[in-house]
């Protein structure tokens, strides 16, 4: 395998002289599907913060596809950020489109053509278990069902990367079910899912957890699946 992420003695703090992560040491392969656990405050949303540039290390070095995200340019961001599908915690759909639009919307800025990028669009809420809701407006979804749609959104671009924070957090158990169906059918096509979440029960689907506290690296477990493989 390759190296796809690679984090090297990261930290970052932020205001007030908070750790967020510190001296992190971390090597995520091509295709691996990878799960943060840990508590609250924990730094596992940093750390995929990072890797879409949403924030960038204050020292040491974060390679993601080959690139070092401390020297990537704010023009570059966007060329990185197509190859990712985030799923993060404050969802921003647009309130007065559909949600066919909404979930299209990633297609459009890399040029894909209407109809291919509408034909996408309904075969990625058939895998979250929406098509039926595609023509509704995001305020009249259900706060689980939206992120729903933010889990199409992510992956409807066909991503080498796809990071999700807390993805199931408001979800019962079988839509949780059919969100993370959803992604070891792109993890099982090549793509490198990290996944940040409370929720022990998705651990079986890992092939690694790694378990954070106070933003440092404790340790790191193969799952069942991980021995398997």
Not at 67 to 75: D, P, R, V
Not at 163 to 178: M, W
Not at 209 to 216: A, N, S, W, Y
């Amino acid at each position: 395998m390759n190296a796809m992420i690679q984090f090297q003695n990261v930290s970052k703090c932020y205001p007030d002289n908070i750790v967020a992560v510190q001296d992190i040491n971390l090597t995520i392969e091509q295709g691996e599907f990878v799960f943060l656990a840990g508590p609250s405050g924990a730094g596992k949303s940093t750390l995929l913060k990072m890797i879409a540039a949403i924030e960038r290390p204050d020292t040491g070095t974060l390679q993601v596809n080959g690139q070092e995200i401390g020297q990537i340019k704010s023009a570059g961001i966007p060329f990185l950020r197509r190859n990712l599908g985030l799923i993060l915690q404050q969802q921003s759909l647009l309130r007065d489109r559909t949600i066919l639009e909404n979930v299209m919307l990633p297609l459009f800025v890399t040029g894909t053509p209407k109809s291919e990028a509408e034909s996408r669009a309904l075969a990625a809420l058939e895998k979250v278990g929406l098509p039926d809701r595609a023509f509704s407006l995001p305020p009249s979804l259900s706060e689980g069902e939206q992120q729903r749609v933010a889990v199409a959104r992510a992956i409807v671009n066909r991503p080498q990367i796809i990071l999700a924070d807390e993805p199931t957090a408001n979800l019962d158990r079988a839509n949780a079910s059919r969100v993370l169906e959803a992604l070891t059918f792109f993890q099982s096509a090549g793509v490198t899912c990290i996944i940040a979440t409370h929720d022990e029960q998705l651990f079986t689907k890992a092939d690694r957890i790694v378990f954070l506290d106070r933003g440092r690296l404790r340790h790191t477990a193969s799952s069942a699946k991980g021995k398997q493989a």
